[in-house]
T-cell receptor
Framework: DVKVTQSSRYLVKRTGEKVFLECVQD?????MFWYRQDPGLGLRLIYF???????EKGDIPEGYSVSREKKERFSLILESASTNQTSMYLC??????????????FGPGTRLTVL | GQQVMQIPQYQHVQEGEDFTTYCNSS?????IQWYKQRPGGHPVFLIQ?????EVKKQKRLTFQFGEAKKNSSLHITATQTTDVGTYFC????????FGKGTTLSVSS
């Protein structure tokens, strides 16, 4: 089974802190994604990466950056956390191209609270 | 950008009743995926539809893709308490564009 793990289930940080959210997948997937999920707004794409050292902005990249130094790891960075970044953060991965299975595999999520 | 609209936002049913959620787009969709998220959980991929008019079944779940590929539906027959959660549709491309989901609650 594909496994996507995230470094923390719950995280509490203070305004202005630099925050690192880590995501690791064990299926050698090229594509990895970071979403945030908020009530009433659904899942919104922050950044994605289709290869090592490659990154693309999603719908809401402001205030975030990412790092993909190794294929299995995709990190989301909040350079200076703000209270409006309090949210559930979900990482996902998927295999490339037109394979039989194109669904994304999600990690368990990190619930971040910024005070 | 392209959006997929999902209705209803919430639905409450009695156990044994049927449930349907609809996903609509103003533009033609190349494909549609459906995900389920249990309370406190993460989205789990259910199925992908690609062909116009496609219908797929998974036990009590029936998924349809419209003839014009602008809408899709998920129908659950005889709901059970285990069906509780939020159902999302999404268009898959380089990344997923999600609808906002329909949250289903079931009372026994």
């Amino acid at each position: 089974d594909v496994k996507v793990t995230q470094s923390s289930r719950y995280l509490v940080k203070r305004t202005g802190e630099k925050v690192f959210l880590e995501c690791v997948q064990d299926m050698d997937h090229e594509n990895m994604f970071w979403y945030r999920q908020d009530p009433g707004l659904g899942l919104r794409l922050i950044y994605f990466s289709y290869d090592v050292k490659m990154k693309e902005k999603g719908d809401i990249p402001e205030g975030y950056s990412v790092s993909r130094e190794k294929k299995e790891r995709f990190s989301l960075i909040l350079e200076s956390a703000s209270t409006n970044q309090t949210s559930m953060y979900l990482c996902a991965s998927r295999p490339p191209g037109q394979g039989l299975f194109l669904g994304q595999f999600f990690g368990p999520g990190t619930r971040l609270t910024v005070l | 950008g392209q959006q997929v609209m999902q209705i209803p936002q919430y639905q409450h049913v009695q156990e044994g009743e049927d449930f349907t959620t609809y996903c609509n787009s103003s533009t033609t969709l190349s494909n549609i995926q459906w995900y389920k998220q249990r309370p406190g959980g993460h989205p789990v991929f259910l199925i992908q539809l690609v062909k116009s008019g496609e219908v797929k079944k998974q036990k009590r779940l029936t998924f349809q893709f419209g003839e014009a590929k602008k809408n899709s539906s998920l129908h659950i027959t005889a709901t059970q308490t285990t069906d509780v959660g939020t159902y999302f549709c999404a268009q898959a491309g380089t990344a997923l564009i999600f609808g906002k989901g329909t949250t289903l609650s079931v009372s026994s």
